[in-house]
C-alpha cells in the first residue's frame, strides 16, 4: 500500500506530465482549480529566469576620497567577474546556489562540497590577500561551515577549510574588516543575543582565530547586515533592524574586542523589506549600498553618504523579478528551511502540492497521484527530519511510521495525532510531537541525519485541550521553532520553542479568538521570503488566509486572503 504512494524518489524525479490549476494564485485570490488529467508528476519546482544583477548610476569617488588605498572594509567582498564591484551570490527556490552578474547567472561550483543544505552564505573577500578572488563561508541547516577559495563564474571553488557546532548560532554574518587588517572577520549571534568575533588570520587552512564574546543584547533584532564601511574610517559597520521596522547604524571603533560605537537611529518602516542586502560600493563614490526587498520581490537601493547614513534611494527592479530568490548572501534575515509548501488532498484520495513563491503567495497546484492512493490516509507533512531541507511526508499504517518509504517501526496507533514543525532540540534538523488519546505530548528526537528517531520525551498533559496543534519554523523572531494549537472552542495559542528537549515550550501565549471560523489550519513554513514561519487557514466555504509570522505586535500580522476553492479538499498538510 505504501509502495503504491508519494515518495521522495517521486518529488526529485524529472517533471514529467505536470499538471497545474486553471487559475494560479496571483496578485488577487484565485481558485484552488481543477487539475488536468494524467498521472502524478515530480514535484521539484520549475526553474524560474533569474534576473541579472542590476546597475545603479555611477557617482564616481565623493571630494576627499583616496580610493587606491581603500582597505577591505570598503572594499568588493564578493566580486566573482573581476570588474571591481561585489555580484550577488543567492539561493533558488529549489535550494541552487547561483552567483549573478551583470552579464551571466551561473551556478557556484563548489568542489567537495558537503550535500547538506545550504541556509546561509556569507561573502568575505579575498582573506589571504593573495589571488584578488573572494572567499565565501556557507553555513547549512546543521551547522556545519564550509570556506570556499578562488570564488569565480568559470570553473570549481575551492573548498579550503571546513568545521561545525555553528547549530549554536541564530545568525552568522561578516561587518567587513573590523581591526585594521584589511581582511574580513566573521561574527556570530547566539539564540540568546551574545555576540561574537571570530577575527580573520590570513591563513586559508585555519582562517579564524577563536571567538571573543563583544556584545549582549542583540536578540532585539530580527534582521543583522554586515555592511562594510559606510562612515568612512575603513573599518566595517553593522545595520540591525527590529521587528517593528526600526533601523541602527553601528559605527566601527577599530577595537575587535568593543568593535561598535553605540547605536544611531536610522529610521523606521523597515519591516516592509523581507531582505536586506549588503552590496559594497556599487556606485564608485567610496561608500558601501545596501539593497532591500519588498515582499512582491521589487528591488531598491540605498545609497551610502560616508558619514553612516543613505542619501539616495533609487528602485532598481520591477516588481516581482526578485521575488524567486529564496535567500541573498549575506542578508540580514534569519534564514527558514525545511517546509515552504503545502500539499492538499481531495475526497477522492488525488494529492496535490502547492509551493511557495517567496511573495505570499502559493504556486499552482501540481497533481501528484491518481484518485484512490490516498484516501483514508493518515498523513502528516513534516518540516525535514534529515539535512536536505526538504519536507518529509509521515505516514501511519497499519499502526507503523513510514517516513517516505521508510519504516520507522510499530506502536504508532496510541497517536490521535502528528506534527513536524521543525528542529526542536537546537541539532539544525526537525522533530517530531505526538499526542496520545489522553492528551499526553510526546517529544521524538531525530538524528541529525533523519535515519532514526529517539526515545520519546513527555513534553506535558492536557493536550487534549486542542483540536489543532501544528506549526513549521519560527514566529516569534528568534530562529527557534516555535508551535500553534487551537482550542475546541476556538482560541489559537503560541507555544514559543526554547529548543531544550526537556523543556521544549515555554508558558503559552494567546493569539486570539474566533479561530474555529477555519476548518483547516496549516503551518506551511516561510511564504513571505523573509524567514519567518506563516500560517494559512482555510474556511469551510474555501476561502484561503494567510498569516505571516514574525510581526513585531500580537506575533502575526492581519490575515490576508490569498485564495478561494479549498473546499475540494478534505485534508491539508
Given at each position: ?221 530580527d534582521q543583522i547586515i554586515g555592511l562594510g564601511d559606510n562612515d568612512g574610517?575603513?573599518?566595517g559597520d553593522v545595520l540591525a533592524r527590529t521587528p517593528d521596522g526600526a ?139 534529515d539535512p536536505n531541507g526538504e519536507s518529509d511526508i509521515l505516514d501511519i ?177
Amino acid at each position: 500500500m505504501f509502495s503504491s504512494r508519494f515518495t521522495r524518489a517521486r518529488r526529485l524525479a524529472a517533471c514529467t506530465a505536470l499538471a497545474v490549476s486553471a487559475g494560479m494564485l496571483l496578485a488577487t485570490p484565485a481558485s484552488a482549480g481543477a487539475p488536468m488529467s494524467g498521472s502524478g508528476a515530480g514535484t521539484d519546482r520549475p526553474a524560474a529566469a533569474q534576473p541579472l544583477m542590476p546597475s545603479t548610476p555611477q557617482a564616481g569617488p565623493r571630494v576627499g576620497t583616496d580610493t587606491t588605498t581603500a582597505p577591505l572594509g570598503a572594499g568588493p567582498r564578493s566580486d566573482v567577474d573581476h570588474d571591481g564591484k561585489s555580484d550577488l551570490l543567492v539561493r533558488d527556490l529549489n535550494g541552487k546556489l547561483m552567483f549573478v552578474t551583470r552579464t551571466q547567472a551561473v551556478e557556484f561550483a563548489r568542489a567537495g562540497a558537503s550535500e547538506d543544505f545550504v541556509k546561509e552564505m556569507v561573502p568575505l573577500g579575498d582573506l589571504d590577500l593573495g589571488d584578488g578572488r573572494p572567499e565565501i563561508l556557507t553555513v547549512s541547516v546543521v551547522g556545519g561551515v564550509e570556506l570556499y577559495g578562488n570564488a569565480s563564474t568559470t570553473g570549481f571553488s575551492q573548498r579550503r577549510w571546513t568545521s561545525g557546532g555553528f547549530h549554536i548560532y541564530n545568525k552568522v554574518f561578516s561587518p567587513g574588516d573590523v581591526n585594521g587588517d584589511r581582511r574580513a572577520d566573521l561574527m556570530a549571534r547566539t539564540y540568546g543575543g551574545d555576540l561574537y568575533i571570530f577575527l580573520a588570520t590570513g591563513d586559508p587552512s585555519h582562517p579564524f582565530m577563536g571567538r571573543v564574546l563583544v556584545g549582549h543584547g542583540w536578540q532585539v533584532y530580527d534582521q543583522i547586515i554586515g555592511l562594510g564601511d559606510n562612515d568612512g574610517d575603513g573599518k566595517g559597520d553593522v545595520l540591525a533592524r527590529t521587528p517593528d521596522g526600526a533601523l541602527k547604524f553601528y559605527g566601527s571603533t577599530g577595537d575587535a574586542l568593543n568593535p561598535f560605537k553605540a547605536p544611531v537611529h536610522m529610521g523606521h518602516s523597515w519591516n516592509r523589506f523581507n531582505q536586506i542586502v549588503p552590496v559594497d560600493d556599487q556606485d564608485g563614490d567610496g561608500d558601501t549600498e545596501v539593497w532591500a526587498r519588498e515582499k512582491d520581490g521589487t528591488l531598491r537601493a540605498y545609497g551610502g553618504s560616508g558619514t553612516g547614513t543613505y542619501d539616495t534611494i533609487e528602485t532598481i527592479s520591477k516588481t516581482g523579478a526578485w521575488a524567486g530568490v529564496s535567500q541573498f548572501a549575506g542578508a540580514g534575515n534569519l534564514p527558514a528551511t525545511g517546509k515552504e509548501e503545502l500539499l492538499a488532498r481531495d475526497k477522492a484520495g488525488r494529492l496535490y502540492w502547492y509551493y511557495s513563491l517567496n511573495n505570499g503567495k502559493l504556486s499552482a497546484r501540481q497533481y501528484l497521484e491518481n484518485a484512490g492512493n490516498w484516501a483514508g490516509a493518515n498523513i502528516t507533512n513534516a518540516s525535514s527530519f534529515d539535512p536536505n531541507g526538504e519536507s518529509d511526508i509521515l505516514d501511519i499504517w497499519n499502526g507503523h511510521l513510514y517516513v517516505e518509504e521508510k519504516d520507522f517501526g510499530g506502536g504508532w496507533g496510541v497517536y490521535n495525532l502528528l506534527a513536524g514543525p521543525g528542529d526542536l532540540n537546537g541539532d539544525g534538523s526537525g522533530d517530531l510531537l505526538a499526542r496520545d488519546r489522553s492528551g499526553n505530548l510526546y517529544l521524538y528526537q531525530t538524528h541529525w541525519r533523519g535515519t532514526k528517531l529517539y526515545n520519546r520525551v513527555h513534553v506535558s498533559r492536557g493536550w487534549d485541550t486542542y483540536n489543532w496543534i501544528f506549526g513549521a519554523g519560527d514566529y516569534t523572531n528568534d530562529g527557534r521553532t516555535d508551535v500553534l494549537a487551537r482550542t475546541k472552542t476556538g482560541t489559537l495559542y503560541l507555544f514559543p520553542g526554547t529548543g531544550k528537549p526537556d523543556r521544549p515550550f515555554d508558558s503559552r501565549i494567546k493569539l486570539g479568538e474566533g479561530f474555529n471560523a477555519y476548518s483547516k489550519l496549516v503551518g506551511t513554513g516561510d511564504l513571505t521570503g523573509d524567514g519567518k514561519g506563516d500560517f494559512v487557514a482555510a474556511t469551510p466555504s474555501g476561502d484561503l488566509y494567510r498569516f505571516d509570522g514574525g510581526a513585531a505586535k500580537n506575533y502575526f500580522a492581519p490575515r490576508a486572503k490569498i485564495g478561494y476553492g479549498y473546499q475540494v479538499y478534505n485534508g491539508m498538510y
